[in-house]
């Protein structure tokens, strides 16, 4: 298996700012690709962003311009600026690969989700 720890949610004013983090452990794995999820009150969960091993970063509409989603080897980033009450939520970390010990099989983990609110 592996484990997704997020860190960095948190009570912010509206148009501040929040870095949120993630990182992956186990043993024996291959990340293909790593995102960011979030799920408000009563709301089903929606993709944030994505960010794959091979190709340009994929965001929802409502967060482009304003979030960047980075990764460094096994961790993944969303850098949020310009938050809105409407991005309150809890913010999920998901990473898509394989495994490769002892056989090659595939895995989709999610994290325990951060909280953001954004609110004055």
């Known amino acids: 298996q592996v484990q997704l720890v997020e860190s960095g949610g948190g009570l912010v004013q509206p148009g501040g700012s929040l870095r949120l983090s993630c990182a992956a452990s186990g043993s024996a794995f291959v990340i293909a690709a790593m995102g960011w999820y979030r799920q408000a009150p009563g709301k089903q969960r929606e993709l944030v962003a994505t960010?794959?091993?091979?190709?340009s970063p994929n965001y929802a509409d409502s967060v482009k311009g304003r979030f960047t989603i980075s990764r460094e080897e096994n961790a993944v980033y969303l850098q949020m600026n310009g938050l809105k009450p409407e991005d309150t939520a809890v913010y999920y970390c998901?990473?898509?690969?394989?495994?490769?010990?002892?056989?090659?099989?595939?895995?989709?983990?999610w994290g325990q989700g951060t909280q953001v609110i954004v609110s004055s």
């Open positions: 998901n990473a898509a690969g394989i495994h490769h010990i002892p056989t090659v099989r595939p895995f989709d983990s």
């Open positions: 960010i794959a091993v091979r190709g």
